[in-house]
């Protein structure tokens, strides 16, 4: 059974990203027009299960699924869409997940929605903190039930996600957004 941990953050997992977002540029090559960091592990003092997500964007996610056998290579299992149509999702590590990769196809809407999430928490330390003693407590009281976990996040995180996009949204009106991994 998978224990639910929660640790502070820790600066070596931009490294991690970087590294891992180079093997990515290896494996889809041209099909591949950038790769964001993403999730909890992306945002400095943020305390976060010690899984990097990376966010592929491809020209064609159709064309993904050629590229397979070179993610199984590197350790990935595929999972298909996981249910997020026009994803296709690859964790790698079992058990003692290490990675989780989100591909989608440019202007996905997910994209938007990840990175405001994402940028929203970097530039909003209060909420993070509230996210972050959220994940602890949940971790603590489920240390064995990631689902219960999971569950227990979901009405924050769409609270600060409806916050994010209107944030996102504002900032993008006002010229002042660009994107960084």
Known sequence: MRKVEVVPHHPAWSERFEEEAQKLREVFGEELIRVYHIGSTSVPGLEAKPVIDLLPVVKEISRVDRFRPPMEALGYEAMGEYGI???????????????????????????????????????????????????????HRFPTDLKAYMDGKDGLIKEIEALALQWHREKHREGKMTPSS
């Open 85 to 139: 149509p026009g994803r296709r999702f690859f964790r790698k590590g079992g058990e003692n997940r290490t990675h989780h990769v989100h591909v989608f196809e440019e202007g996905h809407s997910d994209i938007r929605r990840h990175l405001a999430f994402r940028d929203y928490l970097r530039t909003h330390p209060e909420e993070a903190a509230r996210y972050g003693a959220l994940k602890q407590r949940l971790a």
